[in-house]
């Protein structure tokens, strides 16, 4: 698995939620209308991706951890130091890169419309 297959399954997830506000659409839907009407998202929906990116990390293994961190803008740059680091610091850096990839994509679909 790579940095962008986890993106997808965790979109995927959100996109399985229903709104807490209007349980007849789903949180990414939700999301994506208030970004192209308000231009922001309000916190309980960032709240929600970011209890799912957790979930997600928590199943990974320490090996897979550290190969998903090399794809992130600080592992690139630290390439061969990840030996360095313990799992608990990268995942930080994965949560950090996971919620801007996954809000980067929520700010694409509203601008697509």
Known sequence: MDLAQLVERIICDVKKIP???DKRVDVWTAMTLQISSKYSCDWTYVSIIMKLINK???ELKEKTIRSLW???ETGI???L???GFSADSLLTDLEMELLELI???AW???EMG
């Open 19 to 21: 709104c807490p506000d």
């Open 56 to 58: 997600h990390l928590k």
């Open 70 to 72: 090399k794809e992130t």
């Open 77 to 79: 740059k630290l390439q």
């Open 81 to 83: 130091d990840d030996e």
């Open 103 to 105: 809000t980067k994509s």
């Open 108 to 110: 694409d679909d509203a």
